[in-house]
Structures are given as structure tokens and as C-alpha cells.
């Protein structure tokens, strides 16, 4: 009897080595949110798997490159109609996600989906349907604007873009708002907190709920130094940090109806915007009072000389990152003084979902 059972827990472990143990995937696969109208593939089902259908008959090989950079990938196998189709294999994170497509070496993009500014060029996108993308959804409240405007900045010879969303009932109100200056990711853009982030929709749906007084947020392009992926430790913060405090924020206290002051003044980023905060904030001081690094890097007690100024210091990132860092500076941030809120969004790594997740849980902190 004992031989027998042996027998039967190395059959398993066999079977599990040769991957024939493997979670069934469900066949109930959708078009992608982000697909162009009318267009069926990239598909995603109910766990998390996401399906590639290339339509490129004369290749000899195609695969999708998935993420920041178009890191991994899933190779596509030709069908008998000469098509191109595969299936990740395992479940993706939930939220938004960048891929392209690689045929016989060469990247393109998937003329099924949607584009978005990332990796400094124009990638495919496709959405994992998030159990709590409810805090995020398109819902019939009142909207507030993202509306487009050209600064004048001098110090780059030449009017720059941002993105400002203003909230509901602005047009109509006489009232003066804080802002939130809210900085993208390396390879990204003035696009990217609205495109792939749906900040105005966070926002408009937290503003309904009651859940924070509104504020403005200013979005802008921070890659002013030609930065290759990996080498930010080069990247020089004076240039953006003219146009930003010099340029930009006069003309938005000027042109909106802003409480110009640092008391009501904030500034946080993603990623490499994380890491321009932190810079910009401990550089200037006087120019804002709440501070946010979604996975951005920590700031230390010692960073900071004036504690009186700092009314929050927001971190943050996802649990497949660097989630004891974060956890750690924010008690020593706490231990030395300062309001410190640390925040972990579960499951999810150096991606949108945890951003949205950090603004969700940011923006009712603000402002007190």
C-alpha cells in the first residue's frame, strides 16, 4: 500500500513538471475594451488571458511583446486561414497593459486596438478587466473637462502642451480651486494620466460620491532631456523644473481660477514622475505643501529640512514591486513627524492599475 502511494505522488510531480497540471482556460473570451470599433481581437477572458489574432499571411513569425518596452511575449501560431492566433500563458494583471507586435523582427502595432503614447512611441493597448475598475468606470455623473492648452516657455524656446482637467460646475462657479500638478512615466506623456490612467474619470466619480473637494490637475510633458530606458540616473531636473515652476505654474494661476499658494498646491508623479517630484519638491520647497511618489522612489526624514511646510507625503506602489520600502520610509517619515501615508495596491506590479489605485487613494488626502 505504502509503494503504491509513492507511486502516486511522483506521477503527480511528473505530471505537474510536464505542465499537465496547468488551470483549464475558460473559453469565454471578449473583444478587448480598447479595441477600434467593430474589431474582435486582442480577446480577454473572465481569468485574465489575453488572445492575439494578426492577420499577416507572408511572415514567417509573429509574436506580441507585452508591457513596458515590450519585455516577454507571446508567439502566435499561423492558422489554416493564414492568420496569426495565440494565447498568453497565464493570466495577465488586472488594468491596462502596452504590447506590440513583432512580425519576423520588425515592430508594429495591432491594428485591432487602440493606440497610447508609451515607451516614446505609439503602442497597442488592451485592458484586463479589474474587479474594482468600478472607481475608475464611465458612470452617468457630472464630468468635469481635460482641456488642452499651449503655455509660452522661453527657457525651451517654444509654447509647450498640458492637459488640464478642470471639475464639475467649474464653468459655472466662481470659486478658486487647489491643483494637483501630476506628472506621466518615462515614455510617456501629457496623454497618459487621462488615456491610460482615466484620472478625470477617478475624479468626477469621487466628486459624486462626496469623497473629496474638487480640485484642479495640471498634466505636462516632463521628458525634456532625451532619456534612453534605463539610464534616468543622467537625467538633469533643471531644464523641466524651469518650465514647471517658472513657466507653467504662473500661467495656470493666471488663466484658472487656482488658489495660488503652496498651502493648496500639490505635486506627484508615476514612476520617473516620482522621481521629479521628489526632486522638484525637496529643490523648492516653498512651492508646494503635499507630496506624492507612486512608484517613485522614498523620500527620508533628513531629505526634507523644513517640516513645517510638508502637509503630506504620499508613497506608494504596487505588491509586485518594491512594497516593503514603501512601507518601511512611511513609518520612518511618520516617527520623525510628518503625515505619511503609505498605500499598496495588491497584486499588481509597475503598472496603470497601480497608479489608479494610488490616485484613487491620494486624492481624498489631499487638501485638508
Not at 474582435?40 to 499571411?57: L, M
Not at 474619470?201 to 480640485?215: H, R, S, T, V, Y
Not at 512608484?295 to 503630506?312: E, F, M, N, R
Request: with cysteine; charged share 20%; proline share 6%.
Amino acid at each position: 500500500m505504502k509503494s503504491k502511494f509513492i507511486a502516486v505522488i511522483i506521477t503527480c510531480i511528473l505530471l505537474s513538471n510536464m505542465g499537465l497540471t496547468q488551470t483549464t482556460i475558460i473559453e469565454d473570451f471578449k473583444p478587448s475594451s480598447l479595441n477600434q470599433p467593430g474589431q474582435e481581437y486582442p480577446q480577454v477572458n473572465s481569468q485574465g488571458y489575453a488572445r492575439f489574432k494578426i492577420i499577416a499571411p507572408a511572415a514567417d513569425s509573429v509574436r506580441v511583446s507585452l508591457g513596458l518596452g515590450g519585455r516577454g511575449g507571446t508567439k502566435l501560431k499561423q492558422m489554416p486561414d493564414t492568420s496569426w492566433m495565440g494565447t498568453t500563458e497565464g493570466p495577465m494583471d488586472e488594468g491596462f497593459h502596452y504590447y506590440n507586435v513583432r512580425i519576423d523582427g520588425g515592430k508594429f502595432n495591432d491594428p485591432g486596438t487602440l493606440n497610447f503614447y508609451g515607451s516614446v512611441r505609439w503602442e497597442s493597448g488592451i485592458e484586463i478587466p479589474a474587479h474594482d475598475q468600478d472607481f475608475y468606470a464611465l458612470k452617468n455623473v457630472p464630468h468635469g473637462n481635460v482641456v488642452q492648452v499651449l503655455f509660452p516657455s522661453p527657457s525651451t524656446n517654444t509654447s509647450r502642451r498640458a492637459f488640464v482637467y478642470t471639475p464639475p460646475g467649474y464653468e459655472k462657479s466662481k470659486s478658486k480651486y487647489p491643483v494637483l500638478y501630476l506628472q506621466h512615466g518615462w515614455g510617456e506623456d501629457e496623454t497618459a494620466w487621462s488615456n491610460q490612467g482615466h484620472a478625470n474619470l477617478i475624479m468626477d466619480n469621487m466628486i459624486a460620491e462626496g469623497k473629496i473637494q474638487p480640485f484642479i490637475i495640471v498634466m505636462t510633458y516632463g521628458m525634456t532631456n532625451e532619456i534612453k530606458f534605463g539610464g534616468l540616473r543622467n537625467f538633469k531636473i533643471e531644464p523641466f523644473q524651469t518650465v514647471l515652476v517658472d513657466e507653467l505654474i504662473p500661467y495656470i494661476d493666471a488663466n484658472f481660477r487656482t488658489i495660488a499658494k503652496s498651502s493648496h498646491r500639490a505635486m506627484a508623479g508615476l514612476s520617473m514622475g516620482g522621481m521629479e517630484t521628489k526632486m522638484i519638491t525637496l529643490n523648492k520647497p516653498d512651492v508646494f505643501s503635499y507630496y506624492g511618489l507612486l512608484s517613485g522612489g522614498v523620500y527620508a526624514p533628513a531629505d526634507i529640512k523644513d517640516k513645517s511646510k510638508v502637509k503630506l507625503i504620499f508613497l506608494s506602489c504596487g505588491s509586485k514591486e518594491r512594497p516593503d520600502s514603501v512601507k518601511s520610509a512611511a513609518t520612518a517619515l511618520k516617527d520623525a513627524g510628518f503625515n505619511a501615508v503609505s498605500y499598496i495596491s495588491e497584486n499588481t506590479a509597475h503598472e496603470f492599475q497601480t497608479w489608479r489605485r494610488s490616485l484613487h487613494e491620494l486624492a481624498p488626502l489631499l487638501f485638508k
